[in-house]
Structures are given as C-alpha cells and as structure tokens.
C-alpha cells in the first residue's frame, strides 16, 4: 500500500514557480510509479507528469513540457514536481498519485492510490 500526500501549493504571480511535494508512506513505494494530476474548477482531472519508479523514465502533458520537472528521491520517499514559468492556466488542485502499472501514468483510472491535492493558484 502506498499513501501520498501532496504539499507546497500556493499563491503564485504568473511567471514565477513552485516545487511541489509527494511524500509517501508506506514500505513499497519505491516499487510504484507516481503521477501528478490537476483539477482546475469545472474541469476533469487531468495528467500532468509522471516518474517511473526508479526515476528512469518520465512523462509530461504536452500542456507543461518544457516547464515543468519531476524528480523523486526514493530514500526521502518523495516526489517533487518542479513548476516553472506558471501561467493562469495553471491555477488546479494538484494531485499526485501511484500506480504499478507504467502504462497508465497519464490516466485517473490506471491509479491505486490517491492523495489529498493541494491548490496552486496564479494571480496576473
């Protein structure tokens, strides 16, 4: 079993970054692959980035390439995402959450366990 939660959002001027935090428990959670989602009001959910479970390989969203990083250090049980350049759109209830299965990352319904999100809010 793996329990996450997230933590580090905030208020954010449109340009300016944050690095949100993952912290899991659990003896297994280096054996699971973490996923960030996002839900801004009125909207699904949806994927934002993911690592592997050794950190070998990492996926993003079209939506944050190049803005966003995800890193996780397995001895600190922890997974970070790194938000860069932050645009209003970016304004969500940041989720993270584990899967075994790597080829469902990108989907909500490939997940096993889920955290609580914490808001990023992007003022102008």
């Known amino acids: 079993m793996c329990s996450c939660r997230a933590s580090g959002g905030g208020l954010v001027q449109a340009g300016g970054s944050l690095r949100l935090s993952c912290a899991a428990s659990g003896r297994t959670f280096s054996s699971y692959h973490i996923g960030w989602f996002r839900q801004a009001p009125g909207k699904e959910r949806e994927f934002v980035a993911g690592t592997s479970w050794r950190g070998a390989s990492v996926y993003y969203a079209d939506s944050v390439k190049g803005r966003y990083t995800i890193s996780r250090d397995n001895a600190k049980n922890t997974v970070y995402l790194h938000m860069n350049s932050l645009k209003l759109e970016d304004t969500a209830v940041h989720y993270c959450?584990?899967?075994?299965?790597?080829?469902?990352?990108?989907?909500?319904?490939?997940?096993?366990?889920w955290g609580k999100g914490t808001l990023v809010t992007v003022s102008s």
């Open positions: 959450a584990a899967t075994e299965a790597w080829g469902g990352i990108d989907r909500t319904d490939a997940m096993d366990y």
